[in-house]
């Protein structure tokens, strides 16, 4: 459904020096820099699939999702959406896809929804039996009657996403971009969202592309990610496998006994282990410790715990999404260096 091939994108960016003498070289002469916001970005995905697209601030997200859609032309490289590309006929092809930008609407500030949705109904051609159905539908997954006849304006964050999600499939789209559609919401509004979008992906085999910085998105939402760190791939696999290349990092809790004067230094010596493979954070007797299983055993590493200080208790758990994915940012920086 959605093939992306050695994506690229470029800006141009003036280059100004300090003080007045620099803002008139500037204006007259002009120093340019080439900025690759995407730089060979390539992933597939498959019909029905919901695709984890996700990065660090600056990554690139929002410029890849712009060439998919069509707003920006590739410097180099190629797209194919449903077979269209984006770029080269762009009526008919924003009839297949929905988007929604989390901190932009796409709904009529000053208009009731009923009436936005009727607007909407008339661009995309959509028929008087299919509105029909499909509000009801929209109605149903994402709960929109208790505030569908108030103007946009006086809608609450939580109402205008679910809003702007409605309008996004009003039109039975086949791919849905969704650039962090539960960003600022609260816990209950998120769970509505990700209940609609499972539903939809499920009910009609949407394909769905979701960027988030929400790990829960994540983990609720995808079975496969995409990750991209200043323009480039980092990682294209199920997360089932991120967890097994990454997830060998385990989080140990334990409260010291103030008496012992245990200090970091002091848990790490003798363990023979590098910086690399275990970190130890202290807050007064409160020690966390991250540590790679696979170059320090869990017995070992409880073991050398006990034989070093007395423990009020202690708990060991396995590194979360979160923090695997911390690790691979780390790595794909680490590479770039």
């Keep these: 459904m959605i093939y992306a091939e050695h994506l690229r994108k470029e800006f141009k960016k003036i280059v100004k020096e300090p003080g007045l003498k620099g803002s008139f070289k500037a204006l007259f002469r002009p120093q340019k820099e080439i900025i690759a916001a995407a730089d060979d970005i390539s992933f597939h995905v498959p019909k029905g699939e919901i695709l984890g697209f996700i990065g660090p601030n600056g990554a690139g997200k929002s410029t890849v999702i712009k ?8 410097t180099s490289g190629e797209c194919r959406i449903n077979g269209k590309v984006p770029q080269d006929d762009r009526k008919n092809y924003v009839k297949e896809i929905g988007v929604v930008f989390g901190q932009r609407t796409q709904l009529w500030w000053d208009l009731p929804l009923t009436e936005t949705y009727s607007v909407l109904k008339e661009i995309y051609e959509v028929s008087d039996e299919d509105f029909k159905t499909r509000m009801a539908f929209l109605n149903e997954v994402l709960e929109l009657e ?20 409605a309008a996004s499939m009003l039109h039975r789209p086949k791919v849905l971009f ?4 539960t960003i600022g919401l ?3 509004v998120k769970d509505n969202i990700r209940q609609a979008i499972m539903k939809i992906n499920k009910e009609e085999q949407t394909t769905v592309i979701l960027t988030t910085h929400d790990i829960s998105d994540i983990e609720l ?3 496969r990610i995409v990750m991209i760190d200043k323009g480039r791939n980092v990682y294209d696999g199920s997360l089932r496998e991120l967890k097994a290349k ?3 990092t385990r989080e140990m809790h334990f ?8 200090t970091p230094e002091k848990l790490l010596k003798g363990l023979g282990a590098s910086d690399e493979h275990i ?17 320090i055993p869990v017995a070992k590493m409880l073991n050398h715990t006990l034989s070093v200080t007395a423990v009020r208790d202690i708990s060991v758990k396995d590194a979360d999404i979160e923090e695997i994915i911390r690790c691979l940012y780390k790595e794909g920086a680490d590479g770039d260096e």
């Design 178 to 181: 969704l650039d962090e559609p």
């Design 255 to 262: 409260e010291a006994d103030p008496n012992a004067g245990l």
């Design 279 to 295: 970190t130890v954070e202290c807050d007064r007797n409160l020690f966390k410790v991250r540590f790679n299983s696979a170059e």
């Design 146 to 165: 208790s505030f569908i006849r108030s103007p946009v304006r006086t809608l609450s964050l939580g109402q205008r996403m679910r809003a702007d999600i």
């Design 246 to 248: 990454y997830g060998q």
């Design 221 to 223: 939402l995808c079975d």
């Design 67 to 74: 060439m998919l859609t069509g707003i920006l032309t590739p």
């Design 186 to 188: 609260d816990v209950v």
